[in-house]
């Protein structure tokens, strides 16, 4: 396969409008690849990831300063592999036409509905997870019949060279082209005439990519994060669900757009959810700083953020209790403890954005109304986390509250589910990749009407005076009737 589909821009230029334009006369030339073509495409992709993966692995312990295998594994690669399999899978019948029925006046004729692939989709890749995050949306890319450019992150720059790497050579460079460069090509990325623009990232950020798609009145998908929030029913185990929180929010540091931001736990058990957090995690990490299992922060830039929304916290009056089971010290490293923060008010910084690291505020709650209005009355997130055993209640929160996601007594692992939708609601995004909902997303639903031999409305049409047009409107009419 050719190299030339790994890019480097700088500085910005007429270069990425170049790369867009091959990618996009490929397209025209092979607008509708066959089943054939893209289980291929698929399955060069899963070659790739099976050959390079150990070094992926390898790359992203880098990038990060330390971050498990094991994680990396976990929530990287594996899940792309499960969404190359599930579309291979399923492949042939989301392909298929779809039938559809026709109103009585178009007697005779046939209706469908085609799908076709957008052409070129463009693909901005986040550092929290550099793999997942850039791949899981070109899976089902492909899948939908599509070409793709990929923007990697800055921040993940060994990451980026093994992708480059492993793109150049399973795919030519008018299927899949990858751009490196900092954020002033990663801005002029956003605003080529793409048919599609995947980006995941902060809300602030978002909105700016937004803006600069609508320029070209691109399409857009997306995936912003936000404050996800947990309720612990009263009726379920503090000790429980301190564990299954732990589980998510220990995951790489808590830097997920879908870990669990606070915790609402019922009045009179927040000392109680704190000893048990504190247990749970002591136990899954009992060192942090030379721990290989305990995710370092991707920058000092962001470690520097997050301990000055911890001091920020503590100056305006909360209590702050660091989770440090071996007394480590950090000097020299990016790690930092995990926090949880008691005793919060809306004016802390904790509270304000999405904190995207290892801090925890706890918040009480007096009733399950008062913890869905809490949750109500601010941005809908990208994920909600429910622990309770009664599926009554349950539904209870899936009617009453809007998030992108819900896991009910779990967290995190929805994003996996490759067989269902994932992407967020208003400020937490946009659009859906995974699934069905994913192929759609990247696909023309186009309605198509075939008319035979037989033209009714040379029966019907003009001068509209005639017997058959007022027979046929008298008939809709009754069967209109009712309701």
Known sequence: MSVQNVVEIEPVGPALSVV??????????DPAPSYEQRV???SRLHAGLMEFKDKIIDAVDQDFDGRAHAETMLAEILPILEGIRYYRKNLRKLMGQSKRHLPLMLMGAHAKVHYQPLGVVGIVVPWNFPVF?????????????????????????????????????H???????????????ATEFTKLPFDHLVFTGSTPVGRIVMR????NLTPV??????????????????????????????????????SPDYVMVPRGKVDAFVAAFVKAFSHRYPTLAANKDYTSIITERQRDRLVENIEDAKAKGATVTAINPSNDSFEGTRKLPMHLVTDVTEDMRVMQEEIFGPILPVIPYDTLDDAI?????????????????????????????????VCINEVVTHVAVDDMPFGGVG?????????????????????????????????????????????????????????
């Open 133 to 169: 995050l850039g791949l899981s949306p070109l899976v089902g890319a492909l899948a939908a019949g599509n070409r793709a450019m990929i923007k990697t992150s800055e921040f993940a720059p060994n990451t980026a060279d093994l992708l480059t790497e492993m793109i150049s050579k």
């Open 171 to 185: 795919f030519t460079d008018e299927e899949v082209v990858v751009i490196n460069g900092d954020v002033s090509v």
């Open 212 to 215: 600069a798609a609508a320029e």
């Open 373 to 405: 209005a809490y949750v109500n009355d601010r941005d809908r997130p990208l994920a909600l986390y429910y622990f309770d055993w009664d599926k009554a209640r349950g539904e209870k929160i899936l009617n009453e509250t809007h998030s992108g996601g």
């Open 40 to 42: 291929d495409r698929l």
């Open 427 to 483: 400020p937490s995004g946009m659009g859906h990749y995974h699934g069905k909902e994913g192929f759609l997303n990247f696909s023309k639903a186009k309605g198509v009407v075939r008319k035979g031999k037989l033209d009714g409305n040379q029966c019907v049409g003009a001068p509209w005076d005639n017997k058959m047009f007022k027979l046929l409107v008298n008939f809709q009419l009754r069967r209109f009737r009712k309701p």
């Open 20 to 29: 867009l334009g091959k990618l996009q006369a490929a397209y025209r030339a």
């Open 221 to 258: 998908t997306l995936e912003l994060g936000g404050k996800s929030p947990v309720i612990i029913h009263d009726d379920f185990e503090i000790e429980e669900a301190a564990k299954r929180v732990v589980f998510g929010k220990g995951l790489n540091a808590g830097q997920i757009c879908v």
